[in-house]
Each structure stands twice: as C-alpha cells, then as structure tokens.
C-alpha cells in the first residue's frame, strides 16, 4: 500500500490478540449457542446433549455449592455456571487429561472462580481421611453423567481416555449414587442422566436415600421410546415418585424441537420441581 509523507504520524493501536490456539489432538466445540467454548479429545469420551439437558435440571440458586461425580471435560459444570451466577462446584475426574481440561475449559470461559476440580477416583469421597476432599453432606445439590456401558457387556476400547469414561464395574452405577447422596445435605437433591433401561438400577440405588423423585424421559421424536432419563430425588424426603411428561427432542425434521432449542441453545432451565 502506498503511503504520502507526513510531519508526524499517529500510532496505531495494537491488534487485538489472537483467540488461543486450539492443541492438536483436541476440538473447540460451541455448547449453549456458542456462548460456552469447549475443549475436547479428538478421539475418546466428548460429552453432548445429554450434558446439557441434565445441567439444565439442577435447579441451584446463586451462592448454591455443587457436586459433580465424573466431571470430565467440564461441560454440564459449565453449564450450569453459566446459568447461574455465583455458584460453587466442586467436580471429580479420575482422568488426569480429562481434570486438566476442564479447569482449562473453566479459564477460557472466564469461570474459573466457579469450578474446582479433584483428581481423583470418585469412590474416595466415601474416605474421610483425605485432606483435600469436602466434608459429606457439604453440597446443595450433587449430580453426574455416569458411564453408560458395563465392563463384561463391551469390548473395551483401544482409545484409553474412552475406555475409562465407557466402563462401568456391575456395582459402580449404584456407589455413584450411594456417594452422590452422601455429598448432598438433607433436603438437597440428587440428579443422574442415564439410559433408559437403567431405570430399575438406578430407583434401587435411590431406594431409602431419596424421596419425591421425578422422572423426566427424553425422547428423540415424538412417538418413539425414551432413549434417556434424568432422575432427580430429594434426599431425606418421603415424597412420591413422579413420572413427568418428558422432553421430545426432535420435530418431524432434524430440527431440534422449539422446547429442546431453549436449553441447548438457550441456555434455559428444565425445571423438574
């Protein structure tokens, strides 16, 4: 570009900086409309819709404490943060990149002050001779996105991070649950997105821990059978078990349904009580 001489010049201020480089080996990936940016693996576990749907059913008040079995990349935390101002919530990861990630993930989205991550297996939390974990009973509100897979019904997978995220012990589903309602005071809830034909397990689990629980399924079309569940309960509550209408995802098309766009999109709340 050509330029004229001039007496003196004025200077130009600096460019704005770049967004931080995505690693290699890892996607950004957009979640409540692209108001969150997600860190992921490439190849492994990468959470999706379901953790959105179940953040969206913690019905938490700011200056609330949470706690999240499984924390993964952050993504139901984050969610749930970004909803909802001057929350505290305390995650568990056994996977060593998966825990790095999500405080990464909780930096970049300037959310930091609302997240903490444990490395660590989340049956330690039943100890209580470990320093750095919380007390039980300490949290408003607990909740997690388990595994869905058992060990002795699939082929384990070459991807490690996958196969730690994908493998469940046939008593694991049901200590995630005893430890989720272990961390939450009387009166504060418990909440677990899981598939559908976990359902049983799940009540069994929930059975003299947690009344009033709701049963909000997820279907993927009108007319089709529920391929999800959130299950919420109160612990110490003696109300009844209630199955809610649910939740299609899907119109006729592709297109998310006006009342599923509203959360993924959105970010609003599924209230379930």
């Given at each position: 570009m ?5 007496t ?9 900086s770049?967004?931080?480089?995505v690693?290699?080996?890892l996607?950004e990936?957009?979640?409540l409309?692209g ?7 490439e ?19 700011p200056?609330?404490?949470l706690?999240?079995a499984?924390?993964?990349t ?11 101002a001057?929350?505290?919530?305390t995650?568990?990861e056994i ?9 990464q993930?909780?930096?970049?989205n ?23 974990w919380?007390?039980h009973?300490s949290?408003s509100?607990?909740?997690a996105?388990?595994p869905?897979f058992?060990k ?7 991807n490690?991070l996958?196969?730690v ?9 049901e ?6 309602c272990?961390?939450?005071a ?18 069994t689990?929930?059975e003299?821990?947690l009344?009033?629980?709701r049963i ?8 089709m059978?529920?391929?999800?569940i959130?299950?919420?309960g109160?612990k110490g ?7 809610l209408p649910?939740l ?10 006006p009342?599923?766009e509203?959360?993924?999109?959105d970010?609003?709340a599924?209230?379930?009580?």
């Amino acid at each position: 570009m050509q330029m004229t001489a001039v007496t003196q010049t004025t200077p130009q201020a600096p460019p704005a900086s770049a967004p931080a480089a995505v690693p290699a080996s890892l996607t950004e990936d957009g979640f409540l409309g692209g108001r969150l940016k997600i860190l992921q693996p490439e190849k492994g576990f990468r959470a999706g819709i379901d953790s959105v749907f179940l953040a969206a059913t913690i019905n938490c008040a700011p200056g609330e404490t949470l706690f999240e079995a499984g924390i993964g990349t952050g993504v139901a935390a984050l969610c749930v943060a970004s909803r909802v101002a001057n929350v505290h919530i305390t995650g568990v990861e056994i996977a060593t990149r998966y825990a790095m990630m999500a405080e990464q993930n909780a930096k970049r989205n300037e959310l930091e002050s609302a997240i903490r991550v444990i490395k660590g297996d989340v049956k330690d939390a039943m100890r209580r001779d470990l320093a750095n974990w919380p007390e039980h009973g300490s949290f408003s509100h607990a909740f997690a996105n388990p595994p869905f897979f058992d060990k002795d019904k699939i082929t384990s997978s070459s991807n490690s991070l996958r196969a730690v995220a994908n493998s469940f012990g046939p008593e694991d589903l049901e200590l995630w649950v005893k430890i989720l309602c272990t961390m939450v005071a009387i009166r504060g809830t418990v909440t677990v997105v899981h598939r559908t034909e976990a359902l049983g397990r799940l009540l069994t689990a929930m059975e003299g821990k947690l009344g009033d629980i709701r049963i909000a399924p997820l279907y993927a079309r009108e007319g089709m059978a529920a391929s999800r569940i959130i299950v919420q309960g109160v612990k110490g509550s003696k109300g009844p078990l209630q199955l809610l209408p649910g939740l299609v995802l899907h119109s006729s098309g592709s297109q998310f349904t006006p009342e599923a766009e509203a959360i993924l999109r959105d970010g609003l709340a599924w209230r379930l009580r």
